[in-house]
């Protein structure tokens, strides 16, 4: 079982910068893929960064390619996402998750945090 919290959302102005996080509860973090999704009200959650057990390798939305950075610390059970450049359009509430798969899919992560609102104001 890995139970998943995430922290540092936050109101924002279109243009700035935030790094949100995800903290695990095992020891096993390592031997996890990691995803962020986010959802926006009346929408459906969609897919924003996955990123390999090692780190070695990560994947993005084609919406937030150049902006959003994802990263893991597996010595601390962490996973980041960093956000530049941010727009009104990216106000959702993010989560993060972890799985045995990879890649953009729901069906690929078994756990999933309560998830952190970020609101960018124009």
């Known amino acids: 079982q890995v139970q998943l919290v995430e922290s540092g959302g936050g109101l924002m102005q279109a243009g700035g910068s935030l790094r949100v996080s995800c903290a695990a509860s095992?020891?096993?973090?390592?031997?996890?893929?990691m995803g962020w999704f986010r959802q926006a009200p009346g929408k459906e959650r969609e897919f924003v960064a996955a990123?390999?057990?090692?780190?070695?390798?990560?994947y993005y939305a084609d919406f937030v390619k150049g902006r959003f950075t994802i990263s893991r610390d597996n010595a601390k059970n962490t996973v980041y996402l960093q956000m530049n450049s941010l727009k009104p359009e990216d106000t959702a509430v993010y989560y993060c998750?972890?799985?045995?798969?990879?890649?953009?899919?729901?069906?690929?992560?078994?756990?999933w945090g309560q998830g952190t609102q970020v609101t960018v104001s124009s």
């Open positions: 998750a972890a799985g045995t798969g990879f890649g953009s899919s729901t069906y690929n992560y078994q756990y």
């Open positions: 095992t020891r096993t973090f390592s031997g996890n893929n």
């Open positions: 990123i390999t057990r090692s780190g070695g390798s990560t």
